[in-house]
């Protein structure tokens, strides 16, 4: 796939002439004082809005001073300059500041930017910085309320060096036909998207988007009263056909939004109107196609009070048939020093992913003397410079110069790309602009090596937590054997990735058995082979996203395959060592064969001298649905059920998971007795034999006890307790509950099953809901005191007391409260979902790799003792696919929201992989109807996540000989180096937004936990 990048003309114009001659070089910068350092008593040129307080702090960023203000939980408040700043209208502009939290405060965002242009923001408590780019609305902004501030947040925010310049989209073309498109749209065989990622980088700014006079805020459209929005869709030249377009509101109090269409910009037909909070598609009517360009206008009714968070415009173009995919991009220039007689025009970005020709080409052109010039292009990451490009000339007066500056980017992250325009020798400054670039986690190009590589087909490995792109370029390194370390009684892969440079056909890989210098094997059957496929990608999650095919589901590799010429097939190699497996080098081979070719390619395993315990100190609970696999397994009959359930049982216990339930509950019958008491007639003899299985010999350590007649909610609705005619408050009520409840301590108890079991009965309360919930809670206790009672909410006082387990979102982790309530016996687990998303370690799929085996170590490092994930198989939204349709997983990566008062057919996106690690055998759910009686197809991330709990066991396992030779009094000289190893490393995870992107600090540390666990046990078997 081609790609193409040049600048919007007229926007550069605009951004290389703003402001007036001055005749030196001056900066752009509209804030004033933006390091926030001049002032006398108060910062200069700022005032502050705050019922909470406010303050110029020292301790800033990198100079002394900076901002802060207070929030008391419901209120805003905000720092804004106290002269209105100069915005023009329909212009583009980018904001950039840095912020952090105060270590106490909770809830609410950030936010920051125009009354009519707003954009929330996470922080943490280190500095952060954030920046979007914006375009101002039709009408003159310059009256409009610039603020950098707080919205329902309790506690304190501080900021510091802020930038507010003019900025240039650049966007890709022209590429085949002469089209240009922008990021959002796509192409792809003749069919044509557009949709305005209002959570994405430009916010407002969007190549299809004509104008607006509708207020903006963090990701959606805010319309009071008749605003409007327009869009005009032209691409090239090219004729619409079949247009429709979506629109979703996802708030609404009051009035309509009014979807209009044109061919001309001038004469509009209604398409319909928007009423609800719910999502709707418009077909543009027939008499106005087919046209070359189509408007479309969304327009508030009088009155109106709701919220837009997607627009997306759909089309046919007959006359680009012919192109197999174009995706479009934008990037961003913003400029920050000027001169009066010397510019610079950015023609073309150019693409810096690994395996591309990346180049930037810049026409300056000199209005000044003869000049000589230094031209660079400098990639910055982490204040890290990743590469450059320089090159020198010579202008004479009104001469100019296009200059082409390569520039390949090799690691994912964001970079800062500084340009910048220099008088030589002089070294005088004459012009400087800035962009960020993101390169996706998929196009990484670092690690691998080649284990065989000729003119046919280049094979090479790497490790597990990287995630191959289908062009990710061969390595440059080479390699002797596929290597992998692990204990016994532990499971761990390698990646082996097959590049043909033309097709390969009935490609198949076996495994031979290992042996070692011993003559100890590990066989062939504990080596399991998967193949790598892949999903499309087609709504990223969030900017770690990218438009294409990401590697996730890990089908097993049974049958021959073939290979497609020019793209990387990856295959998961993964090692179950047994349990008792002597320590050493374990030695192979993988055998491949393609098109009647052979090769065979060394394997080495390492097993450490230990072995994992059987029982996983890690606790856990995660979503496992009967009615799903029941679904997409086309099954008809509670045997069936049963059968492929326990399959699915088996699959999380070898990966050290517990699922929320593991089958059929506690049957009770409720019957009147004497008095006209309701008495609790139990059966445990279905759930008996389902507890001895999965308790007994898959050995989890917890499960979610469900006690009948009790109520349960979350904050978006809440339900009492009922029995029969009884309801939660009358004393006939909890006399009966509480029969019942302690009936089932007791069975539990009696049983050795009491330990693992868990009350979850109420989902993410808001304030509203505390006293609900505490009552609940109570009524719980006064019937089962010893039963475990689970709350997915932060630790909050007016709840101390009535939760046994804490389960927070990783977000709000505050270490300092987890270790309070320790103190006081309660267990503390954090959960994983939709939020929060980058720079936080997250379960997408378009994510790092990393993040999910670095969960376990963060776990560990904070201190927490489990992990809870809603869901594992959430295959398909009911909202997003009422009635008889079924989402694919294998073809729609996205997780869309269910629930929460959504209309049928309202599409909402969660995240691409959100509560989705096991996908089904069925690949056409919906149209094949075949009985599925197997197991579920792990993903990449699944398996990541088992390591990381792995990874979690060796932790344990040291600090448990750390701890014997202390109580024996054993000098601290023995395990103080080992000691030392129990604290996470910095450079694997400093904080929730600061980890490794890349596996080798965690393979590293790994190696060093298990050697100090073997040096360790040969101390306490007295063979030091």
Same mark, same amino acid.
């Given at each position: ?337 000027r001169s009066d007689d010397l510019t610079v025009e950015v023609a073309e970005l150019g693409d810096l992913r690994p395996g591309a020709d ?327 003899? *279905?759930? !008996? $034999? ?12 917890? #499960?979610? @006890?469900? =006690? %009948? ?114 103190? *006081?016996? !309660? $267990? ?12 936080? #370690?997250? @379960?997408? =799929? %378009? ?133 030392? @190893? ?43």
């Amino acid at each position: 796939m081609r790609v193409w990048a040049t600048a919007v003309a007229a926007g550069t114009a605009i951004l290389l002439s703003y402001g007036p001659a001055l005749g030196k070089t001056v900066s752009t910068n509209l804030v004033p004082n933006p390091s926030l350092e001049e002032g006398v008593g108060d910062p200069a040129g700022w005032t502050a809005f705050s019922l909470g307080g406010y303050a110029w702090e020292y301790n800033g960023l990198d100079g002394e001073r900076c901002l802060s203000v207070a929030g008391l939980g419901r209120d805003s408040s905000w720092w804004a300059p106290k002269d209105f700043l100069a915005f023009e209208p329909n212009r583009v502009y980018h904001l950039s500041y840095w912020a952090r939290r105060g270590p106490q405060s909770a809830g609410g965002t950030v936010i920051a930017g125009l009354e009519s242009v707003n954009r929330d923001a996470s922080v943490g408590t280190d500095w952060t910085r954030r920046e979007f780019y914006f375009r101002t609305p039709d009408a003159v902004v310059s009256s409009q309320l610039f603020r950098l501030g707080q919205w329902h947040l309790k506690g304190t925010v501080f900021f510091d060096n802020v930038t507010v310049t003019p900025a240039v989209p650049v966007v890709r073309g022209p590429g085949e036909m002469d089209i240009e498109l922008g990021e959002g749209e796509s192409i792809v065989e003749g069919r044509y998207e557009a949709s305005h990622r209002l959570s994405g980088l430009g916010s407002t700014d969007f190549r299809c988007l004509d104008r607006f006079t509708a207020s903006f805020n963090t990701n959606r459209w805010v319309f009071n009263g008749t605003q409007h929005v327009t869009y005009r869709h032209a691409v090239g030249r090219l004729r619409h056909d079949e247009p429709e377009v979506e629109v979703a509101v996802n708030w609404h109090a009051r009035g309509s939004v009014v979807v209009h269409a044109s061919a001309d910009g001038a004469t509009w037909v209604t398409l319909g109107e928007v009423d609800s909070a719910k999502t709707a598609a418009f077909p543009v009517p027939h008499e106005l196609l087919p046209a070359r360009e189509v408007w479309v206008r969304l327009t508030g009714t009088p009155g109106a009070e709701l919220q837009v968070n997607r627009y997306v415009y759909r089309s046919v173009l007959r006359e680009a048939e012919s192109i197999r995919q174009m995706i479009g991009t934008t990037s961003y220039i913003a400029l920050l020093e000027r001169s009066d007689d010397l510019t610079v025009e950015v023609a073309e970005l150019g693409d810096l992913r690994p395996g591309a020709d990346g180049a930037a080409e810049l026409i300056v052109q000199n209005r000044g003397p003869r000049r000589s010039l230094r031209l660079r292009l400098i990639a910055e990451t982490g204040g890290v410079v990743a590469d450059e490009a320089v090159t020198r000339f010579s202008l004479s007066p009104d001469g100019n110069r296009r200059a082409i500056l390569p520039l390949v980017l090799e690691a994912a992250g964001a970079y800062l790309l500084r340009m910048e325009c220099t008088e030589i020798p002089s070294e005088e400054l004459l012009w400087a602009a800035e962009s960020t670039v993101s390169i996706s986690p998929l196009y990484d190009s670092r690690g691998g090596a080649v284990l065989h590589k000729d003119r046919a087909l280049a094979i090479w490995s790497c490790e597990p937590e990287r995630k191959v792109s289908r062009g990710r370029p061969i390595p440059g390194t080479g390699a002797s054997a596929v290597r992998i370390e692990a204990a016994a009684n532990e499971y761990e892969a390698a990646q082996l990735v097959l590049t043909p440079r033309q097709a390969l056909r009935g490609c198949r890989i076996t495994a031979g058995d290992l042996v070692s210098d011993s003559g100890a094997r590990i066989a062939a059957n504990d080596i399991e082979i998967r193949i790598v496929e892949y999903v499309p990608v087609e709504h990223p999650t969030d900017e770690l996203g990218a438009v294409d095919d990401w590697p996730d589901p890990l089908p097993l590799h049974d049958a021959p395959v073939d290979l497609a010429a020019g793209m990387n097939q990856p295959f998961w190699v993964s090692v179950r060592v047994p349990p008792g497996t002597a320590a050493g080098d374990y030695r192979g081979h993988l055998a491949l064969r393609a098109d009647g070719a052979s090769y065979e390619l060394p394997m080495v395993v390492h097993v450490w001298d230990f072995e994992l315990p059987k029982v996983t100190h890690l606790r856990s609970g995660f979503g496992l649905s009967d009615w799903l696999i029941r679904r997409y397994h086309n099954l008809s009959s509670e045997e069936e059920l049963r059968q492929v359930y326990r399959l699915y049982l088996r699959e999380f216990a070898e990966h050290r998971v517990a699922p929320y339930r593991f089958g059929r509950p506690i049957q009770v019958e409720w019957e009147k007795g004497a008095h006209d008491y309701v008495e609790p007639k139990l059966d445990f003899s *279905a759930f !008996d $034999e389902d507890a001895q299985f999965a308790l007994d010999e898959l050995g989890f350590n917890s #499960f979610v @006890l469900g =006690l %009948d007649g009790l109520g349960g909610g979350t904050y978006h609705s809440r339900r009492p307790g009922r029995i029969l005619d009884l309801e939660q408050g009358a004393p006939d009520y909890e006399r009966s509950f509480g029969r019942y409840a302690r009936a089932v301590q007791a069975y539990l108890e009696q049983r050795g099953w009491l330990d693992e079991a868990y009350v979850y009965w109420f989902d993410e309360p808001q304030e509203k809901d505390y006293e609900f919930v505490r009552e609940g809670m109570e009524l719980i206790h006064r019937a089962a005191p010893k039963v475990t009672r689970m709350l997915t909410e932060h630790p909050d006082p007016r709840l101390y007391g009535a939760v046994d387990l804490w389960c927070i979102p990783t977000f709000t982790l505050t270490p300092t409260t987890v270790r309070d309530r320790q103190t *006081a016996d !309660d $267990e503390f687990w954090w959960y994983l979902c939709t939020a929060p998303k980058a720079p936080y #370690f997250t @379960l997408f =799929l %378009d994510h790092y790799a990393t993040e999910l085996r670095l969960w376990s170590w963060a776990t560990w490092k904070y201190g927490l003792d489990g992990l809870l994930v809603w869901q594992t198989m959430y295959w398909t939204s009911e909202h997003a696919y009422p009635g008889d349709q079924v989402q694919n997983p294998w073809q729609d990566a996205m997780s869309w929201t269910s629930g929460y008062g959504l209309e049928p057919g309202e599409r909402r996106p969660w995240g691409n992989g959100d509560g989705r690690f096991l996908y089904p055998p069925n690949r056409t759910p919906g149209v094949d109807d075949t009985k599925y009686l197997e197991g579920p197809v792990p993903s990449i991330r699944w398996e990541l996540l088992r390591d990381g709990i792995e990874d979690f066991e060796y932790f344990w396992l040291l600090r448990q000989h750390v701890d014997r030779l202390k109580e024996a009094g054993v000098d601290p000289s023995v395990y103080g180096e080992a000691e030392t @190893l129990l604290q996470v490393p910095a450079e694997v995870c400093s904080s929730l937004t600061d980890f490794t992107t890349t596996p080798e600090p965690i393979h590293a540390h790994r190696a060093r936990l298990a050697e100090a666990i073997e040096r360790l046990r040969r101390y306490e078997s007295g063979n030091p």
